[in-house]
């Protein structure tokens, strides 16, 4: 038996809406967008959606619409997806790493709230918040902008404790929901509630898919109006083709990732449950295994929508050995996430180290994603369970 990492899940639906658009000739900037993202904004519960080409893409112009510019400060997590810190980087402000919740992967907001108050202040304590490299070089005059939090692995963030941090510091928050779509938070799906933007991504892995593909969501008309404008080459809605009232990017979504998620969206709650019973059959498989950790969900997640399968192998355990062992079954499984301060391009341009994140790297070192998508078996769930049950057995017994 081979098993797939993750799988698309698509019917005879989706295919026939992506040839009717094919039958058009508006294969962008189409009745299909609008459509998509009003159904959008529906669902989660804003008064605004607008599609873009990625998630990334979508991050990239949260960051710009917070205001972020070259220098300025960042707050943001270190256990995350490269995308979320990159996008800082695009407008060349610098990510205040802080580090996360042990039981989650999330945010420590009470970090968070020690950042923002040491660099609103300035001076020696907002220095030690800053990545070793620009310490000295560039720490002065530096301003805290914004807090990028994200909702790792499906499970939302402590939200009200950032939004209340935010309100008190003055920044924008830009919400890295791209694995959090139908997530709840306090009974309010993730994307409401914020006075700026979440970000969604729709990649083939993703709770539903438009091939390449995200979705910004606000409640704010004026950034709403920007969003549309940077996504379309600096457009505003009142240019002609060929004016520019600024600085704009190609980050349109076509038509026929519009058409497929019209689909997909239509089927989010099936697409969710389907996801859940898988990680409920994995929960039930693998709770109470010595050696391996599943996953937990905070009280404030009343519902967690299921990206991924992530569990924690006890230190001990050769992880290494573990993946060679399921990779060998045919059964392959990732090391999820991999620290971004521990990314050879930033260690090296930021000047981090191990030890600098400690919270982040045991994670780091210990999580391990199983196969996981909404078109997995029961059958096929038992026997990835049964692999990695008798691996880490046998990996105990050496250690
Ligand atoms: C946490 C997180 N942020 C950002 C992204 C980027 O989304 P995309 O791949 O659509 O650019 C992803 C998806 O891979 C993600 O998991």
Excluded at 85 to 97: S, T, W
Aim: proline share 5%; hydrophobic share 45%; with cysteine.
């Amino acid at each position: 038996m081979r098993i797939p990492m993750s799988s698309p899940d698509l019917t005879a639906a989706e295919i026939e809406a992506v040839n009717q658009v094919l039958q058009t000739p508006y294969l962008s900037i189409g009745p299909r967008i609008a459509e998509f993202e009003a159904r959008f904004a529906e669902y989660v519960g804003v008064r605004r959606a607008v599609g873009v080409s990625s998630g990334t893409a979508g991050l990239h112009l949260g960051v710009i619409a917070g205001g972020v510019g070259e220098g300025d400060l960042v707050i943001s997590t270190p256990f995350s997806f490269v995308a979320s810190a990159n996008v800082i980087l695009y407008e060349r402000a610098i990510p205040i790493f802080v580090d996360v919740e042990e039981r989650t992967g999330n945010i420590d907001p009470l970090l968070v709230a020690d950042a923002a108050r040491d660099l609103s202040r300035g001076g020696e304590r907002a220095r030690r918040w800053m990545p070793p490299a620009v310490r000295s070089s560039q720490a002065d005059g530096c301003r805290l902008k914004a807090v990028l939090p994200v909702h790792a692995f499906g499970q939302p963030a402590d939200m009200d404790a950032i939004w209340g941090i935010a309100r008190q510091y003055d920044l924008a928050v830009i919400e890295d929901a791209c694995e959090a779509l139908g997530a709840e938070y306090k009974g309010r799906r993730v994307g409401a509630g914020s006075e700026f933007v979440a970000v969604f991504a729709f990649y083939p892995n993703k709770q539903m898919t438009t091939g390449e593909g995200g979705m910004m969501v606000t409640d704010r008309d004026d950034w709403d109006a920007l969003f549309r404008s940077l996504r379309n080459q600096g457009r505003d809605v009142f240019d002609a083709w060929l004016n520019h009232s600024r600085l704009g990017y190609n980050y349109r979504l076509a038509e026929m990732s519009a058409a497929l998620g019209l689909v997909q969206l239509g089927r989010i709650e099936e697409l969710l449950s389907r996801r859940e019973r898988v990680a409920r059959w994995y929960n039930a498989h693998l709770e109470g295994v010595e050696g391996v950790r599943i996953p937990y969900l905070a009280t404030t997640t009343t519902r967690m929508s299921w990206f991924v399968y992530v569990v924690r192998l006890a230190p001990q355990i050769d992880r290494r050995a573990v993946m060679a062992a399921l990779e060998e079954q045919g059964i392959p499984s990732r090391p999820y996430f991999t620290p971004i301060h521990l990314q050879p391009f930033y260690a090296q341009r930021f000047g981090y180290r191990r030890g600098d994140f400690p919270v982040t790297e045991a994670l780091g070192d210990t999580c391990l994603a199983l196969p996981f998508s909404s078109v997995m078996t029961e059958d096929q769930v038992e026997y990835v369970c049964r692999a990695l049950i008798s691996v880490v057995g046998d990996r105990r017994s050496t250690a």
